[in-house]
T-cell receptor, first 115, second 116 residues
């Protein structure tokens, strides 16, 4: 199994509070991603990173920010959590392989509930 | 933007029987990759099978095979000899060959139930 750890695994927070989710990898992969999973929508990309300090927005980036100060860590921050951000969050990693990429390896997910 | 549609929210299959999960996608690109992921109750995302669009031959992985119809933009997953451990949510996903970053576009998923 790819070395990806998400923390925390579960969190309940109140509306309006800041929340940071952490993704840590031991594979030295350059590319890291945050997805959210919601019923009826599958997984949707929030933000991704293609190197230290290099990040870009995904499909559903509003209300989220990310940071990557080290290759192994990719942080997702909800500046002021809202109930619409209640979801399961997945981190994924991948790396270049020839002209393409390796498969994406996923973490175990974080269930976030905003009350 | 690319979209992926899974029109079957739930499917059931008897143990040892065969089931086919449907997936259609929309793209204007000619080169891309398609994937099926399995998500059991543990929430772990497991890659089941992948298909490169430039390959005419359908991918096969043991009991799992795909029917890739490029012109119809269809990518169905066939599970043969279904087992209780196959019960899970299955996601179809698309990845552009040209777009930077290995970003995946997922369908909404199909819950597969396996009856003993």
């Amino acid at each position: 199994d790819a070395g990806i750890t998400q923390s925390p695994r579960h969190k309940v927070t109140e509306t309006g509070t800041p929340v940071t989710l952490r993704c840590h990898q031991t594979e030295n992969h350059r590319y890291m991603y945050w997805y959210r999973q919601d019923p009826g929508h599958g997984l949707r990309l929030i933000h991704y990173s293609y190197g230290v300090k290099d990040t870009d927005k995904g499909e559903v980036s509003d209300g989220y920010s990310v940071s990557r100060s080290k290759t192994e860590d990719f942080l997702l921050t909800l500046e002021s959590a809202t109930s619409s951000q209640t979801s399961v969050y997945f981190c994924a990693i991948s790396e270049r392989a020839g002209l393409g990429f390796t498969e994406a390896f996923f973490g175990q997910g974080t269930r976030l509930t905003v009350v | 933007a690319q979209t992926v549609t899974q029109s079957q929210p739930e499917m059931s299959v008897q143990e040892a029987e065969t089931v086919t999960l449907s997936c259609t996608y929309d793209t204007s690109e000619s080169d891309y990759y398609l994937f099926w992921y399995k998500q059991p109750p543990s929430r772990q995302m497991i890659l089941v099978i992948r298909q490169e669009a430039y390959k005419q031959q359908n991918a096969t992985e043991n009991r799992f095979s795909v029917n890739f119809q490029k012109a119809a933009k269809s990518f169905s997953l066939k599970i043969s000899d279904s087992q209780l451990g196959d019960a899970a949510m299955y996601f179809c996903a698309y990845r552009s060959f040209m777009e930077y970053g290995n970003k995946l576009v997922f369908g909404a998923g199909t819950i597969l139930r396996v009856k003993s």
